[in-house]
């Protein structure tokens, strides 16, 4: 054979660098699958890219996955995904990097970690809901026990990749709901567009449908996806968190040490949740009745408060905006005092909003329908008021707001239950760049959302500085708009198209009962469909529950822009 191939077991080998022309004869080998661990252009542009040794796999009758990653990746969550993928996969497995080793150490990590079976090398145990979300990785940690097995899948290769620098015509920033979305639209319109996606997570999230989960409407593990299954075919996966931005040059810099250069770039990385911004929430969670739907392993622990809960004080708080879906607070009420309701127990429940803010929504047309739900519910509502502590173990949560003297003061407050929203910011690599404003958000025009003072640059979703509210719905719209904007710039053509502000947050006020509250910029009312859009309506319920989550994997994250164009 033209590459050398070194067995492990019967079920799984390792090789370097991989060619086209090697498929055809790794399939006449027996091997079944073949996995490329090496990333593109670390050797160089002589290396053959994943692209065309991919091409040459599958017209070889081979699947073929991509899973590029530097030795200074290596994670127990990178291992985990490797067990999953070879698990998963029709044997034998030829996997290949630069030399082999970086292959062959990650499996014998997964092995050691006793991730896979070693008679038939199925998946043992990976969990598929992590505790913590795509804007939480950071703060993963790694089981004690499993530090050995990490570290010697990382020490391989060193120096193959670590300083290296790559390039791509569109860099991405964030695998969230908007890069993904951006890159299947820029790969939609041109299919040989040189995309790439940094994205240190392995999973993939549906958050908006965590409310739902929370009042037992929905399976948690319906919400997450391996990241492999939404990348884009013809994207460019990129394991790496990263560091800081150097725009002048056009260049960012992972954490590794890898600098990447662009000709486009696009920041969408998400929201920064500051769980440890509350003293004692950090401990507190997921025990003695604190919870929060903004995370998925956590939004189970709420419907088990829920249902267990017949009597007795339940607190709901929201910090102050901008936050992911500002609406999501209420939701978590809602729901859970419509299961009270239901179950007759709701007078016995004494239900307080504390929101930190001075109003109860952003769009003053939807007030009035809200409070009523609120009464409907006989829910407190404090405004001003804002969580700054928690005991657990004591249920006792403080407050500060606004005194009679227009001093702040502490109030304590006791409860059964406690349902919290972390304060949000932009991530610190966002924050402490060039590219932030005053506020640390990705400088941007509202209307173009290209970036002010770096023409190749824009921004998307969350972590941009444009006063939409921060949804799904607003980034589904936003994608259209950045995708033939970026296009129009590579053309040297004016920007055809401008963002007006459009969000969406779809309000559950009861089970089976939804305001779809749909706005623009300056709270302007634009409603998909006929009607007073601040009623509750059943068919918005029925949307949210099975409509939304399909558009979201079919139609959102595979290119598809269906009522998705915003006006020229």
Sequence with gaps: MGISI???????????????EDMALVAQEGFKTVINNRPDYEG???QPTADAVGEAARAAGLNYIAQPFSPSQVTQALVEEFAALVGQAEKPVLAFCRTGTRSTNIFQAAMAMGLLNPHDLTLVNVPAVSSASTDD??????????????????????????SAQRHHDVVIVGGGSGGIALAASLLKRQPNLDVAIIEPSDRHFYQPAWTLVGAGEF???????????????????????VASFQPENSQLTCEGGEVVTYQQ????????LLWDAIPGLVDALGKNGVTSNYRADLAPYTWECVKSLKAGVALFTQPMVPIKCAGAPQKALYLSAAHWQKRACL???HIEFHNAGGALFSVADFIPNLMKQMQTYNAEVNLGSNLVAVDGVAKKAWFE?????????RIEKSFDMLHVVPPQQPHAFVKNSPLANADGWVEVDQVTLRHTRFPNVFGLGDAMS?????TAAAIRKQVVVLAENLLAVRMNRPLPMAYDGYSACPITVGNGKLILAEFGYNGKLMPTFGGDPTMPRASGWYMKKFLFPFLYWHLMLKGHEWLARPKK
């Design 219 to 241: 399976d948690v593990q319906k919400t997450v996806r391996n990241m492999h299954a939404v990348m884009p075919a013809k994207a460019k996966w990129i394991r790496a968190a």
């Design 137 to 162: 990785v950071a703060t993963q940690k790694k089981s004690p026990d499993l530090t050995a097995s990490v570290a010697q899948a990382s020490a391989v290769d060193k120096g193959a990749g670590e």
């Design 44 to 46: 160089g542009s002589d």
């Design 6 to 20: 070194t067995a492990h077991s019967p079920l799984f080998a390792t090789a370097p660098q991989a060619s086209p």
């Design 466 to 470: 444009a006063p939409n509210s921060k």
């Design 347 to 349: 007078n016995n429940i």
């Design 265 to 272: 770039l696009v920041v969408a990385p998400g929201l920064a």
């Design 401 to 409: 707001r606004k005194g009679a003297d227009g001093h702040p003061e």
